[in-house]
């Protein structure tokens, strides 16, 4: 009887678990704010206009300053990552004073062993357009 237990016990815990980590590895679709962010940076990239260690990007932080922002991406990746870069990206969004159309989002490229800024650009973001 014990073992019974036992083993219908370990199956709902095993089933439990496989049911969190399958929910919380599931990609979300792709937003229209994505999409822009998506292709601004893949053009930038085929205009070379990002430097060669773009490539070698590690880890990337989002901050959300900007709850429409936030409301908007909140986590969606956006950036590629090479797991044997040197080098982090942060990005910021954030409202635009005196706007409700318009998110700026920096992004600040670093090498991860000094911190040492390697390089900046900022995006400004009309959230009319992209919601067309």
């Known amino acids: 009887m014990f073992k019974n237990i036992f083993a ?3 199956i709902s815990v095993s ?3 496989l049911g969190y980590f399958y929910l919380g590895t599931e990609t979300k679709p792709i ?4 999409k822009f962010l998506i292709s601004q940076v893949e053009e930038k990239l085929k205009n070379k206009e990002l430097p060669k260690e773009w490539e070698l990007i590690k880890s990337v932080r ?10 908007l991406l909140g986590g969606l990746p ?19 004073p005196g ?6 989002a ?7 062993k000094d911190q040492n800024l390697v390089y900046e650009f900022f995006l400004r973001i009309n959230l009319k357009e992209i919601s067309k």
């Open 106 to 112: 920096q992004f600040d490229l670093k090498n991860i």
């Open 8 to 10: 219908i016990l370990l």
């Open 62 to 71: 989002y901050q959300y300053p900007s709850v429409k922002s936030n409301k």
């Open 31 to 34: 937003n229209p704010f994505q």
């Open 15 to 17: 089933l439990s678990l």
């Open 78 to 96: 956006i950036i590629k990552t090479n797991p044997k870069g040197n080098y982090s990206l942060e990005i910021i969004f954030m409202d635009e």
């Open 99 to 104: 706007s409700e159309d318009f998110i700026l």
